[in-house]
Each structure stands twice: as C-alpha cells, then as structure tokens.
C-alpha cells in the first residue's frame, strides 16, 4: 500500500510543480527609458493579399484602411511591400493628406514593388538591387543634430529560401556600406520560416537557408520586434526591423492587430527607439 | 526489493534485445558519420557549394566539430529511435512472463505485485539511461575524433535558439551529462505507458506496438502546422523539455515545468499500473 500511496503523492507533487512553475520568458529587449531623447517611430506592412487570391498584390480599394492606420499611429517612416506600381503609392500619398513623401522601387523580375513613406521631411531614395528584385532605401534626418536614418523596405521570395537568403546578403551588404554616422533600419517581409518553439521538423534545407540569412542579419543588426509577436496568419513571425545595435534602443515593439482589412495576410509591425 | 530488483537487472542483461538497442545506436552512429561526411564534402562552407553562392554560412571550420555531430546526432536520434527501444523493454516486462507462462508462478511468490512491478520499471529507467549515457558517450567519443570545439547554435536548425549562440566546449560538455538525465527523464513517460500497455495487453508486442501507435500518433499530429492548437495537450510536446539543457543559458523555469508536467505522466501512469496489476486476475 505505501508504494501506491507514494506513487500518488509524487504524481500529485509534479501536477502541482508543473501548475506552480509557470514558465515565463524572462527577459526583454526593451532598453531604459530615456524620457531627453526624441523617439523615432518605424512601421512595416505588407499589404498585398494572401497567396490563395486571384491577385495578391495590395488591392487600391484597401488603401485609404491602410492610411487611416498610418494616420492614427504616426510613424516616422514607414516601408510597405507588395504594391502593384506608382498608381498605388500616389494614391496612399493621397489619402495620407500628402503628409508623407514616398517613393517606389523597380520591378525587377517582379509584378509587385516596394515603397517607402517618411513623414514631413526631405528624404531620398535609392534602389538596392537584390539578384532578380529591388528594394529601397529612404534616407532622411530625424533630428538636427541626430545621424542621418535610413529605413529600407525589403521582400524576400515566399516560396525559394535560397533565394531568399542570396537577397537578404545583398541587402545586409548595401546596408553594412552606409556611412557609420547613419543609423540605418532593414523593414520588411523576409519570410523567414524560423519557428523556435513550434518544432515542426527535424531538419531541412529550407529551414537552414532562413537560419543562415537570418543569422547573417543579427551578426550586424538586431531583431526589434522579436517580442512582438506573429505577424501574419497561421501564427507566423514574418515581417522583421532591424536595427543596429550600437545606435538603437528599443522603446516599443507591437504588432497591430485588428488593422488588416480585405484579405491581407500580414499585420503592420510598429517599433519606437531612441537613437 | 533488492533481490528483486537483481533478478530483474540479471534478466535485462540476459536478453537480446538490451544488446540489440545498443547495437542499432552504433548503426545509427555510423550513418550519422557518413552522413555529415558526404555533407561537407558535398555543400559545407570553406570552399564548398553553400560558400560560392551565398554570402554568409555559419559552417565555418569551428562549427564542424565533434560537439556539434555529438548534439545533431543526440536530437535527431532521440524522437523516433530511442523510443522503440524503450517500449520495446518496458512493454515485454509484464506481458513477456504472461507470454512465457511465468508471471503467474511470480507472482505467487512471498513478493508483493507491486514490488515485483515497481522493481520491473526500474531496472527499465535503468536500461534508459544507459541507453542515453551509452549513445551521448559513444557521439562524444566519435566527436573526439573530428576535435571538441565550441558548440554554436544558430536559430532553425534543431529549433533550440532564437538569435545565434555559442556555448563553450567545457560548459558543452556537461550540457551533454545533463542531457542524459533529463532526457532518461523524458523517455520514463514512454516507458511508463509501455508498462501501463504491457499489463493491459498481456502480449509484448501489442504492448509494443500500442505505446509506439500512441508516440508516433502524437509525434506526428504535433508536427504538423494545421494542428498547433493541439500540441500542448500532448505528452510529445513536453517531452521536448530535456533539449532545454543545450541552450545558452538554460530557461529553468520552462525547464522545470514541463519535467514536472512528465512527472506526472510518468507517476499517474505507473500508478494506474500498480492499482491495475495488483487487483489483474492472472490467468496464465
């Protein structure tokens, strides 16, 4: 009888460990406030539809939801992904109240572009060629005194890791080429299929080319919205910022939700620092 | 207890199938070696394909190294190999002797059941952890070969990290000693519902075959993405705790709660065994 009634506690002694030890993350990215310093606020939204539509590129029709969220939060920059040309950007110039300038990428091989928004200030643009697409970089002071930023709006292939991870090394080498007085900022969908905790398989070559781009990322830049959660449906983490780590303190991280209208597949990712 | 727990460990050592588990992790070794042999020579960095055509590879000359065979090797086995050995043990403990026709005269020996069965899991956990000492050992021993360096983790691949890390070969080291334990642990839940299975069945390799259905059912719908909501309701998921010891800094925590979380499968299994097997009418 003792065994069986030993057998008991113990088993009742693990349920109530397991229920007592709640297994919390313990650590954060955000750094200490510093009420002096100015935040710079960074969004990034793809917002073409998911890839069952007839047409996954951004809908026009949707653009004046996607400017009211623009509006409501107010960020400094902003890099979209997944627009089907010039038409699209002016129009979202538009209805933003032309409080935005913005501009576009090239084609490539691609029928869709990328797009960068900053707020009220001078900004230029340039092309950063990655093997058969472009993404953009916006250039523009966010203080008088502070380092210049740029923010780059970036997509990589949905459905070929390797190339996903030869264009993330293009773009992370333009990036790395700034002048170190820039504090520079990678947006984007990367699509990266890196899940930690989900542990759906043993190993693949997918799984590799998304370790290896990603790594490669946070060997120079740091992931500011680690902790904010997933950014696209089936609980997926795929649209990143990047900053560099020396320049950057993260205030705020959070993903949107409830700002996805049509039938988007991402939510904006938004990230406040200090520089 | 004693001298029953020694009969049993000089039956375990007595049968086949405790060689043949250790016999087919050496197989399994060797594939492991020929395996990441044909890799390097086919796609590693430093001159290979991967190095031409991407910028970056973290397959540099330190990361292949004797640790990191040792942990690829450790993970990859530890889902689907090492659990058949373990059922295969635990499953024939009760329903072997009704097969051969010698549980009943045990039974009416001056022993209690629950002796009998609590000294059958035991020498069961025993059989486990040499399974995991003997296989760690053996990966570690063959790692020696290729030269212990330190074991850097990347996010992806094995699913340990978020961001890149690197443990130090020393501290690596005893993340490996540790993993036998809490991997013994984990594996104890197999083995216990093998033992549940091997009482209720009364055939070995039903009981086999019904612990592994189980696992594998389990394993599988865990691993599919449609199905994430189901995950935490199965023992799979928590077993995955003992692989929390290979990362940079060990989420204790987590660690602790999910070894709970198989203790209490473990404990609420066995006890079910021991209320089943000490009221079983024997028949054999």
């Keep these: 009888m003792w065994a069986k009634i030993l057998t008991g506690a113990l088993f009742l002694f693990m349920l109530a460990c397991a229920i007592y030890i709640d297994p919390v993350r313990d650590r954060s990215l955000l750094g200490v406030r510093d009420p002096e310093r100015a935040r710079l606020r960074l969004m990034t939204w793809n917002i073409g539809y998911a890839s069952l539509e007839s047409d996954s590129r951004a809908h026009t029709e949707d653009l004046k939801a996607v400017a009211e969220t623009i509006l409501k939060n107010s960020p400094d920059a902003v890099a979209l992904q997944e627009l089907t040309g010039q038409e699209q950007l002016d129009a979202l110039l538009g209805h933003l109240q032309q409080r935005y300038r913005g501009a576009v990428c090239g084609f490539g091989s691609q029928d869709r572009i990328e797009a960068v928004l900053v707020k009220g200030r001078e900004a230029r643009f340039e092309e950063i060629p990655g093997g058969d697409r472009y993404a953009l970089g916006g250039v523009f002071r966010f ?12 997509h990589a292939d949905a459905f070929n890791a390797a190339r996903r991870r030869s264009f993330t090394g293009d773009v992370v080498d333009w990036a790395r080429a700034r002048s170190p007085n820039q504090a520079v900022f990678i947006a984007g969908d990367f699509n990266f299929e890196l899940r930690a905790r989900s542990q759906s398989n043993i190993y693949t070559d997918n799984i590799k080319h998304d370790s290896e781009a990603y790594s490669y990322i946070l060997k120079h830049f740091r992931d500011l919205g680690r902790d904010a959660g997933a950014t696209a449906i089936n609980d997926r983490r795929i649209d990143y910022i990047f900053g560099l780590p020396e320049v950057t303190l993260l205030q705020r991280a959070e993903v949107l939700k409830g700002t996805a209208v049509g039938r988007m597949d991402h939510l904006p990712l938004l990230v406040e620092v200090q520089l | 207890m004693l001298t029953q727990l020694r009969i049993e460990f000089i039956k375990l050592i007595r049968s086949k199938s405790f060689y043949l588990s250790f016999m087919a992790l050496v197989g ?27 910028k970056y590879t973290y397959e540099s000359k330190s990361y292949f190294n004797g640790l990191t065979f040792a942990l690829y090797s450790v993970v990859f086995s530890f889902n689907l190999l090492i659990p058949i050995f373990v059922a295969m043990t635990a499953g024939s403990q009760i329903a072997g002797e009704a ?56 996010p992806g691949p094995l699913n340990l990290v978020e961001e890149p890390g690197k443990i130090a070969w020393n501290d690596a080291l005893w993340r490996f000693f540790y993993a036998g334990f809490s991997g013994t642990w984990a594996l104890l839940v197999v083995a216990a519902l093998a033992m549940l299975f091997s009482i209720l069945l009364e055939n070995s390799s039903m ?78």
Excluded at chain 1, 143 to 154: D, F, H, R, Y
Excluded at chain 2, 36 to 43: A, G, L, N, T
Excluded at chain 2, 129 to 145: K, Q, R, S, T
Excluded at chain 2, 270 to 276: G, K, M, R, Y
């Design chain 1, 143 to 154: 203080q008088k005194e502070g380092p210049e930023v740029v923010l780059i709006s970036a």
């Design chain 2, 28 to 54: 399994f070794i060797l594939l492991m070696l020929w395996g990441f042999y044909s890799y390097s020579q086919r796609k590693a960095g430093g001159g290979g394909q991967a190095a031409a055509q991407f």
């Design chain 2, 99 to 154: 097969r051969a026709g010698t549980l009943r005269m045990i039974c009416i020996r001056p022993v209690s059941r629950v002796s009998i069965l609590l000294s059958k899991f035991l020498i069961v956990a025993l059989h486990t952890y040499l399974l995991m000492a003997f296989f760690i050992g053996l990966n570690l021993l063959v790692g020696y070969y290729f030269g212990w360096d330190n074991l850097e983790l990347f």
């Design chain 2, 207 to 284: 009981a086999v075959v019904a612990t592994l259905a189980v696992y594998i059912m389990l394993y599988i719908i865990g691993r599919i993405e449609f199905f994430e909501d189901l995950r935490p309701y199965f023992f799979t998921t928590d077993m995955d705790f003992w692989r929390d010891v290979f990362k940079p800094i060990i989420p204790w925590r987590s660690f602790f709660h999910y070894g709970s979380i198989c203790g209490a499968y473990i404990f609420g299994l066995l006890l079910a065994a021991l209320v089943i097997f000490d009221r079983k009418d024997i028949t054999t």
